[in-house]
């Protein structure tokens, strides 16, 4: 008996999922340390922006007012990124524990994420059919 529109379920065994999540625990410490890193190089980001922002005008052109607050904002969008990296590190981890992992997790998607795809970003949340668009050309 088949049933052609039920999406195989992909099987893991526990060999696989070690491998999944060694990988997935490699990833973490990687972006921990570069989280580190970036909290050594300027520990106080925010507060300095803040106490140094009111002296700008006065010795600074616009364009290195403007240069200085660009900075600040791709520090800023690094940090935030790195952190939602991290976290989808993390909830990958929960799903292995809760057994779910590889399933899509769009909400009513039955689909399961490809296991060549989890060998390259084991973090993947989303089956290629639910995949946002802009994200296509980043993962396979
Ligand atoms: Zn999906």
Same mark, same amino acid.
């Given at each position: 008996? +088949?049933?052609?529109?039920?999406?195989? %379920?992909? #099987?893991?065994?526990?060999?696989?999922?070690?491998?999944?999540? *060694?990988?997935?625990?490699? *990833? %973490?410490?990687? &972006?921990?340390?570069?989280?580190?890193?970036?909290? +050594?190089?300027?520990?106080? @980001? %925010?507060?300095?922006?803040?106490?140094? #922002?009111?002296?700008?005008? /006065?010795?600074?052109?616009?364009?290195?007012? /403007? &240069?200085?607050? /660009?900075?600040?904002?791709?520090? &800023?969008? =690094?940090?935030?990124?790195? +952190? @939602?990296?991290?976290?989808?590190?993390?909830? /990958? =981890? *929960?799903?292995?524990?809760? $057994?779910?992992? $590889?399933?899509?997790?769009?909400?009513?998607?039955?689909?399961?994420?490809?296991?060549?795809?989890?060998?390259? #970003?084991?973090?993947? *949340?989303?089956?290629?059919?639910? &995949?946002?668009?802009?994200?296509?050309?980043?993962?396979?």
């Amino acid at each position: 008996m +088949e049933f052609p529109f039920i999406p195989m %379920k992909p #099987y893991f065994t526990e060999k696989e999922l070690e491998v999944y999540k *060694k990988k997935l625990l490699d *990833k %973490k410490k990687e &972006l921990e340390q570069g989280l580190n890193k970036f909290a +050594e190089k300027d520990p106080n @980001l %925010k507060g300095d922006y803040d106490t140094r #922002y009111p002296d700008f005008g /006065a010795s600074q052109s616009v364009d290195e007012e /403007a &240069l200085e607050v /660009a900075s600040y904002e791709s520090s &800023l969008s =690094l940090e935030h990124n790195l +952190e @939602l990296r991290l976290q989808d590190l993390e909830q /990958a =981890l *929960k799903r292995i524990k809760k $057994g779910t992992y $590889g399933k899509c997790q769009q909400k009513d998607c039955d689909g399961y994420i490809r296991k060549e795809r989890l060998e390259i #970003y084991p973090e993947a *949340k989303f089956c290629m059919r639910c &995949l946002p668009e802009k994200s296509k050309h980043t993962e396979i």
